[in-house]
């Protein structure tokens, strides 16, 4: 019987775009009985395009447990080896996930598991949140070359939120966490993904949202107060200062977008935030978030969340028969530039 063999062409630029666009290239691939990775076009390798590529080969890989794979043309890749790329998807080239000590420039592939990060919290007699608000701050302290000031307090704070995020609300195993600072272009990038059951499924446990798909679960999961366990009738989070409000996701929003950009992915649509806001298809498994901040434009922290939490309590007033909002709660965003179409979808909401 002949052999088959697949050649899967890596995209030339590991960014945000043909990275979220490779995971639809993809999608359901059949492979045969051999799978060729090529790597021969790959340049630029950028933070969040490294963590997303990376889990989709590893997922490759996975679900194709008959098929030999096999990877050429990667010894030139010396950037991304040094930061865990291919450690974290099984080839065995460069360092591990982890392993490289950073600087103050990048932090290179982490994964965090999620049972250990709940057992250091139990072990610690605290809440899962104050221990992700521990590995946010050694991760803000290294880009940021302090443990202290506007710039490590915004990333700390954006790096929790999303964190957060995945450890209650994902389901996944473990995430990854990737960054660099671009000094002379005065900008942080921070990529975080995992892949677990995706934004749509997450916020399946809210009865008040008809989820007609992924598209529409971003902009419900970017919206204040909005999420699958903060809802009325839902029962009290009962995790402390940490009990969830379903502002986390859209306050890093506003940080991100002063001179920044946002990104998400999960399933089939990724939404970009900067100056606009624009769609794309996708197919990942899971959720991947790019923060980029411009560092010339961080300013007081307390008084832009103070800000924001103002702006959206009046957002949330829109449709507070069918969302519970706490203002006290830990995390509170706000966006105001989200397709007006997403209102109508609100059961029982207003206009």
């Known amino acids: 019987m002949t052999q088959v063999t697949r050649v899967i062409s890596l995209p030339s630029s590991l960014d945000a775009i043909t990275s979220a666009a490779f995971s639809k290239a993809i999608k359901d691939t059949e492979l045969g009985d051999e799978c060729i990775l090529d790597f021969s076009a790959v340049g630029n390798t950028e933070p969040f395009g490294m963590l997303l590529v990376s889990a989709e080969l590893q997922r490759l890989i996975e679900e194709h447990p008959d098929t030999k794979f096999k990877a050429r043309n990667f010894s030139s890749v010396r950037y991304a080896a040094h930061m865990g790329f291919f450690k974290a998807f099984g080839l065995d080239f460069g360092k591990s996930p982890g392993e490289a000590v950073g600087n103050s420039n990048y932090i290179p592939l982490k994964l965090f598991n999620c049972d250990e990060l709940e057992k250091q919290a139990i072990a610690r007699g605290t809440y899962v949140g104050d221990q992700v608000e521990a590995e946010s701050q050694k991760l803000a302290a290294v880009l940021s070359r302090s443990d202290k000031g506007e710039i490590f307090d915004t990333l700390t704070y954006s790096l929790r939120e999303i964190m957060r995020n995945v450890v209650e609300h994902s389901g996944a195993k473990q995430f990854g966490v990737c960054a660099q600072f671009y000094p002379t272009k005065h900008k942080v990038e921070l990529a975080i993904v995992d892949r677990g059951m995706g934004l749509r499924e997450s916020l399946k446990t809210n009865p008040h949202l008809d989820l007609l798909d992924d598209k529409c679960a ?116 706000l966006s105001r530039d989200f397709d007006k179409s997403v209102w109508s979808i609100f059961k029982g909401g207003k206009k």
């Open 218 to 333: 971003i902009n419900y999961a970017l919206q204040p107060g909005i999420s699958g366990k903060s809802y009325k009738g839902a029962r009290k989070n009962r995790n402390g200062h940490w009990g969830n409000s379903g502002f986390g996701l859209y306050m890093t929003t506003r940080l991100c977008r002063n001179g920044g950009s946002f990104f998400v992915t999960s399933g089939s649509h990724g939404m970009f935030l900067g100056q606009g806001k624009r769609y794309l298809e996708t197919a990942f498994r899971g959720t991947a978030v790019r923060m980029i901040f411009d560092t010339t434009k961080i300013r007081n922290l307390t008084g832009s969340l103070e800000t924001f939490r103002k702006e959206g309590n009046e957002i949330a007033k829109l449709y507070e028969d069918i969302a519970r909002i706490d203002p006290s709660s830990a995390s509170l965003m």
